[in-house]
């Protein structure tokens, strides 16, 4: 069973920045491609970014590209999200989600962190 672990959610202003982290519990991912995700109060959950096993390949939806940046250090076994030039409409809750290779899909998912972004 893997578990994921977010952290590094907060408040924060407009214009500001957080990273935010996301790390296994007892097992590796290293391998795997792995992706951030987030949800709004009313909102249906969006895929936000996401990189590939050796970071080779990385995806971004259109609302955040140049403002936010993923990345991971396999060494760490950990996947961060960089987020710059908050905006309100980035308030969400914000998860990690391991990729299910040949799928398409994730199989497992942390809990969230909450992102505030006060304007």
């Known amino acids: 069973q893997v578990q994921l672990v977010e952290s590094g959610g907060g408040l924060v202003q407009a214009g500001g920045s957080l990273r935010l982290t996301c790390a296994p519990s007892g097992h590796t991912f290293s391998s795997y491609a792995v992706g951030w995700f987030r949800q709004a109060p009313g909102k249906e959950r969006e895929f936000v970014a996401g990189i590939s096993w050796s970071a080779g390949n990385i995806y971004y939806h259109d609302s955040v590209k140049g403002r936010f940046t993923i990345s991971r250090d396999n060494g760490k076994n950990t996947v961060y999200l960089q987020m710059n030039s908050l905006k309100s409409e980035d308030t969400a809750v914000y998860y990690c989600?391991?990729?299910?290779?040949?799928?398409?899909?994730?199989?497992?998912w942390g809990q969230g962190t909450q992102v505030t972004v006060s304007s």
């Open positions: 989600a391991k990729d299910l290779p040949g799928f398409g899909a994730y199989d497992y």
